[in-house]
């Protein structure tokens, strides 16, 4: 779809990028130099009575070279491979019960089994408008030698896909949740800009429409194809989703437009029973960017910087995707 590479490049392409989640982020201890919180929305909580989300720690981008078996020759082969090690932890997330009882929620059936923490994470390089793209892969001898030199025992992302845990409560540091390391092979050598897209933290997701132009969601707000619950985003990454019902001149044609409103993409939810062979699914995702000064000679580890604190956003889920059944809100 065009919109989809439209978005995915955009997210290939930023190098820097602030957004109220960066600011909670801050210094954690054993070893690990940042923590992302659970972070949730009263929407999210609103519109997911299920929602999780992993409270995810980091140590910073590094590299190892590590003898390695050619599959084609057999013979060792010095390496080079790009990980990030990381600790996940299920957080409670602070949810108040709707006195009113009246905003209406999706009644799903329950899923067969529990549900799984199932890591996957991506970088890709970008270096003069190239982008690349390395799955996390499963290396042994690399995971050995990344675990020796870490002092850790790390999971690798298959190893990782277990049932979610209990949540715990914010700032108990009894429960240790998983480590879990991602492996990137040969990555690019002349990038200097690096993002990290790390899903399957948080079971969060979003059914979504767009792009369309601010005059169609005024129709669809005419229509009542866009109602007051829905939420909307700008397509810009210094921004967050927000409710419709926060852009009253959708729903007052008495109210002016928002300055530069016409200027921009936009995107907006919507329920399981709207959905339609135009909706997508968007998963709540982590994405942290790096940047790498110098060139492709004598490349050190140091020499890789974040260039914002990781961010929790929400991206086009590429898998097909099977949404759960519903039953009509009670």
């Known amino acids: ?99 009113t009882d009246s905003r209406p929620i999706n009644k799903f059936d329950n899923p067969p089994g529990p549900e799984l923490f199932a890591p996957a994470l991506t970088l890709v390089t970008n270096d003069n408008g190239r982008n690349k793209v390395y799955k996390d892969i499963v290396a042994p001898e690399a995971q050995a030698a990344i675990e020796k030199r870490e002092k850790l025992s790390l999971l690798n992302s298959v190893q990782a896909s277990k049932p979610v845990p209990e949540a715990v409560a914010d700032g108990d540091n009894n429960s240790k949740g998983y480590d879990g390391v991602a492996i990137f092979r040969n990555v690019d050598p002349d990038a200097d800009y690096f993002t990290v897209y790390m899903s399957g933290f948080s079971n969060g997701y979003k059914l979504v429409k767009g792009p369309v132009r601010y005059d169609e969601l005024e129709v669809l707000a005419r229509t009542g194809k866009l109602r007051i619950n829905h939420e909307l985003w700008n397509g810009k990454f210094d921004s967050e989703w927000r409710a419709a019902a926060d852009f009253e001149n959708l729903f007052d044609s008495n109210r002016p437009v928002k300055p530069g409103a016409d200027q921009l993409q936009w995107f907006y939810t919507a329920s399981a029973e709207d959905a339609d062979p135009s909706t997508t699914v968007w998963r709540k995702t982590i994405m942290q960017k790096y940047w790498r000064p110098g060139d492709r000679f004598d490349q050190f580890e140091t020499e890789i910087r974040a260039t914002a604190s990781p961010i929790w956003i929400y991206r086009p889920d590429d898998s097909a995707i099977e949404l759960p059944k519903s039953r009509p809100a009670q």
């Open 1 to 99: 779809m065009r919109w989809n590479h439209w978005l995915l490049a955009v997210l290939a392409s930023l190098t820097s990028t602030t957004m109220l989640t960066a600011q909670d982020a801050k210094p954690s201890r054993g070893g690990f130099d940042i923590t992302l919180p659970a972070r949730s929305t009263g929407e999210e909580l609103n519109n997911q009575a299920n929602l999780w989300i992993f409270e995810v720690q980091f140590k910073s981008l590094r590299m190892i070279v590590v003898p390695t078996a050619n599959p084609k020759t057999g013979k060792k082969e010095l390496t080079p491979y790009h990980y990030l090690v990381y600790r996940a932890v299920n957080r409670e997330l602070p949810r108040r019960k709707d006195q």
